[in-house]
């Protein structure tokens, strides 16, 4: 079985990524991320979804076992980019590489 919290934290980790950049990221509070591991609790679903989407990946992503992908600094520079974007700035990036593709 999957432990959650663990998980979360070594995809944290495994992108350079503060507990306080997770949170931001997240949309969730830095105190409720370090409460999943002091108190033994485990992120709601709604959580684990804000979760997901900070690190870009869907929820059956994150219950895939071997999900995790090395990267290089170039490309976790891309990424990391791009999760900070707003959803309209990301489609808007989205309509550029379109273009730039042909």
């Given at each position: ?55 870009g990946?869907s ?44």
């Open positions: 079985m999957i432990d959650i919290v663990k998980k979360i934290e070594q995809m944290r980790i495994a992108r350079g990524w503060s507990v306080y950049k997770l949170a931001e990221l997240s949309g969730l509070s830095d105190k409720c991320i370090y409460n999943w591991k002091q108190r033994g609790t485990v992120p709601t679903i709604q959580a684990l979804e804000n979760i997901c989407e900070a690190f990946i929820m059956s992503q994150f219950f895939t076992e071997n999900n995790l992908v090395e990267v290089d600094a170039e490309t976790k520079e891309l990424l990391d980019s791009w999760l900070s974007l707003t959803h309209e700035q990301r489609e808007a990036v989205k309509v550029m590489i379109k273009t730039i593709k042909g």
